[in-house]
């Protein structure tokens, strides 16, 4: 494979020279990242499966170093980044980038909070490195394909943990070959089933992605070892995760074109409005469209979901039992939306589901088309749903949507985010306070970010 053996090493270089927040949009994109993480994780902060980490890292015990969110609690690097990933995850209200098929901010951020926690870390130091992790991660997903995740694997975590591990040694002002060590350290510890959606596990994902990336970044500072070509060879990870070999396009997928563009910024972040999976939300803002001829459920005979081949791949459940399941299955999004029932996080809990709800998933089928030609800004690429019900009096109605509300695309506003951080933040005073920190953060230093968490 002659120069093809030193993508890590490429790709260490390009992470210590570029300096991203020199592009506006990037910037921008930056900010409005870290506020939708922090709306995430603070609505996350009750989450039951938040309150047993929680409870388990007290008992453990360690350094009080990093804030833990919303908690007014600090622990270890390594145990904050564990919790701070899973609060940002755990009600799936977290970002989306389409390249990654996968969340981006709820891995990299908890680990650049914890790396940060006393240190002399500038606002542009920590936005440097963000934009940085969610450009290699985007990066990786795009050379890793597919088939690694229709497979079974979950990029939040098979992925997430490597691309915060560059993050972090920019971070830290690692050489190229400390970031090239870090990440052998990371890419045997990448992993996380798509079995598992629906279950606190699913956003622990992000959280042990994260504390395995302070963990690498922490045992190449105590000068443990892993190799330096971890992307790289016949048995490195891009080959292992996704059957190719690392050519010449894995090579200028990984390596190239650095800084023409930012991924954070094209094609973007995906912020949500609503906390289940965003691959419901085409079908969604279908059955929304619906939902305003005010039809009568009796009167729904049948309702058919339509996708392209893979399009559902990770909505695994069919006829979920809760609302937590049915963050994950398009039947459960699209009964409440028909059914009138708003996506609060109450829906999306573990309780179960209504019966009205119930009853009406058992009248759905799903169904894939190869042949449909979705709109050319469609994202991600090629994906589209279509929502069709069938009347008992025979009438059809249909919706396709390929472009949901909250995607690049079709942004989600300043004000949108900005609400979203209010519903979620305790104390709206500090709400304010934290907001005008993060617009001004490559001013400032994180000390005073971190003081609001």
Known sequence: MGNLTVVTEMMAEEVLKATPIDNEAALREAKRGILDYLAS???????????????????????????????NKRAGRGQAA?????????????????????????????????????RDISGKQFLNAYIIGVEVMARLGQAIGTASYLNGWHNTSLLGGIAATFA??????????EIQNAVGIAVSQAGGLRVQFGTEMKPLHAGLAAQQAVQSIEWTQQDFHGTDAALDSEIGFLHVYSGNETDEAVREALTERWGETWRIAEPGLWFKRNPFCSAASHGADAALELAQLHMD?????????????GGDAALIHTRP???????FSIEYVVALALLGQPFTLGNFGTAAVSVEAEELMGKMSRSYDAEHKPA?????????????????????????????????????????LESKWRESAPDQEKAERMMQAIRGLENSNMSELEGFL
């Open 41 to 71: 994780a603070f609505a996350g902060r009750e989450d039951s499966g938040t309150i047993k980490l929680l409870q388990a890292i007290e008992s453990e015990g360690g350094h009080p170093v990093t804030p833990l969110i919303g908690q």
């Open 82 to 118: 564990l919790l701070n990933g899973f609060m940002g995850h755990a009600l799936d209200y977290d970002d989306v980038h389409s390249d990654v098929r996968g969340h981006p901010s709820s891995v990299i951020l908890p680990v650049l909070f914890a790396l940060s926690s006393g």
């Open 168 to 177: 972090g040694g920019r971070l830290l002002g690692f050489t190229p070959a």
């Open 297 to 309: 459920s009796a009167t729904i005979q049948k309702v058919d979901i339509v996708f392209p081949p």
């Open 321 to 327: 039992k809760t609302g937590e399941q049915g963050r």
């Open 376 to 416: 050319a800004q469609a994202i991600p690429k090629g994906r589209f749903t279509i929502v069709r019900l069938t009347l008992a009096d025979g009438a059809v109605y249909s919706r396709e949507v390929c472009v949901p509300k909250g995607s690049p695309q079709a942004p989600l506003t300043d004000a949108d």
